[in-house]
């Protein structure tokens, strides 16, 4: 009996501590239901602070609209120097008013929100204080002119490593943030990452075109008869005559009127009904279009350059050999017309990529569109200089690849290369080693006197 007594008392003893720290913890859980920390995302290459996301519950009293959710930052953070556009809530109520001040972001809701539900709040364009360690953020919610305390978290700065600290110190010279600022550049990158495949994708099917249409324009324009030569003579004209701009706007809104257009839209089916990046294939389609006949005119002056330079002796050879006219141009005089114009095809490559950004103007959102996208958020002109790298990522390689073949054909056709006559010396002398010993070179002149 003594022991079951003993149990028992132990058994309410418990109960009565449990109800005892529920009583303590209730009001605290329903009055603030603020995380003790806040999750603040910092930008790696710079180490600054990106965004910071509070997420609380609306405390269980009603609050008389408008209700006020006030966060008082420490001076170092700046709060003064936020937009409205840097504070996103994620809510079904209507976005709120915002208000900054030096040491304070004020958001203003009407109607309020219900108790009990979650409010998400997203601020960006914090600035990142000097010092690493925590700094500690007041927030308060309630009725306007009466807000009590809600709860409070800390922002964790951490130190920078030595090139972080670079960066930073680039984002406080005026210049260098207006035009390379590292934090926006690396926001920047993956939709321009996007509007670099975009621009590629568009480049390769045009280029990929334009080739055989301007091989064929090429044949036309030098044809005998008028009926072929004028109409391809027109068409290279106009082409080469009026600026890019232009044809893409002519063209890209004048050919949905042509009749049969939708039809054959209609008619492609799946290949007419597919979307990358939020560009559907229609607009994918026409501006293929565009660079496609644009690059067909140059092409095709290229491809009639190098065709009327191989000798006619080599079409004559061939035909007498019995080939047909067309096999004497396929077997004999394209081959070497490639060759010899396979530099300028690679420029003429180079020229089409940077062209792409003509799109921009008809809303396809390639690497230039992308780009001006992010400036006008950003009210900076960083992005552009990342798009430009964008661009040099890929013509610095192919335009050292043109010089390189260039070089390599220069010696295929004559025997000596661009720099021969440099490391032959003066005229006349002619550089010869044997092995480890060097001969020294006679003049021509020598050799007559001798």
């Known amino acids: 009996m003594v022991h ?31 995380p003790a920390e806040a999750d603040v995302t910092y930008i790696p290459v710079t180490a600054t602070i990106d965004q910071v996301t509070v997420e609380f519950v609306v405390p269980a009293e009603e609050v008389a609209a408008p209700a006020v959710l006030m966060f008082e930052f420490p001076p170092e953070l700046r709060a003064g120097s936020i937009r409205g556009t840097d504070v996103r809530i994620t809510s079904d109520i209507r976005p ?43 927030a308060r919610f309630g009725e306007q002119g009466a807000e009590a305390p809600l709860g409070e978290f800390g922002i964790d700065v951490p130190k920078p490593n030595p090139l972080q600290a670079m960066f930073r110190a680039m984002e406080r010279v005026p ?22 495949q975009v621009a590629v994708l568009i480049l390769a099917v045009s280029y990929t075109f334009g080739i055989p249409l301007g091989l064929t324009l090429a044949f036309m324009k030098m044809a005998r008869f008028p009926l072929l030569r004028w109409p391809a003579t027109a068409f290279i004209d106009v082409v080469r005559g009026t600026p890019l701009l232009v044809q893409l706007l002519l063209v890209y809104f ?36 565009v660079l496609s006949m644009n690059s067909s005119a140059y092409m095709a002056e290229i491809f009639r350059a190098g065709i009327q330079s191989i000798h006619k002796g080599q079409l004559e050879a061939a035909r007498s050999l019995g080939m047909t006219w067309p096999k004497s141009m396929a077997f004999v005089i394209i081959p070497q017309t490639v060759r010899r114009i396979l530099p300028t095809m690679m420029s ?33 002109m960083s ?42 010396g003066r005229r006349g002398r002619l550089p010869l080693k044997l092995g480890r010993e060097a001969v020294t070179p006679i003049a021509s002149d020598e050799v007559k006197d001798r």
């Open 4 to 34: 079951d007594g003993a149990t028992r008392t132990t058994r309410w003893t418990a109960i009565a501590l449990i109800a005892l720290a529920l009583a303590l913890l209730l009001p605290t859980a329903a009055g603030a239901a603020l």
């Open 96 to 138: 709120p008013a915002v208000a900054s001040a030096d040491d304070r972001i004020t958001l203003t809701m009407n109607p309020a929100p219900a108790p009990g539900s979650i409010l998400s709040i997203r601020i960006g364009g914090l600035t990142t204080p000097e010092e690493p360690g925590v700094y500690t953020v007041i």
């Open 175 to 196: 210049f260098l943030r207006q035009f390379f600022s590292p934090s926006i550049i690396w926001g920047a990158l993956p939709l321009l990452w996007r509007g670099f």
């Open 254 to 289: 004048g050919i949905t009127f042509v009749p049969g257009w939708r039809e054959l839209m209609n008619a492609l089916g799946p290949l007419a009904s597919w979307q990358l990046y939020s560009i559907d294939a229609t607009q994918f389609l026409r501006a293929i279009l």
């Open 348 to 380: 003429e490559f180079i020229l089409l990529f940077k062209d792409t950004s003509i799109l921009f103007a008809v809303g396809i959102f390639e690497l230039t569109l992308q780009a001006r996208t992010i400036q006008a958020a950003k009210f900076n």
């Open 383 to 424: 992005p552009y200089i990342a798009a430009a790298g964008f661009y040099l990522m890929l013509t610095i390689p192919l335009g050292r690849f043109v010089a390189n073949l260039e070089a390599r054909l220069s010696v295929a056709e004559t025997g000596r290369g661009p720099d021969t006559k440099k490391r032959g």
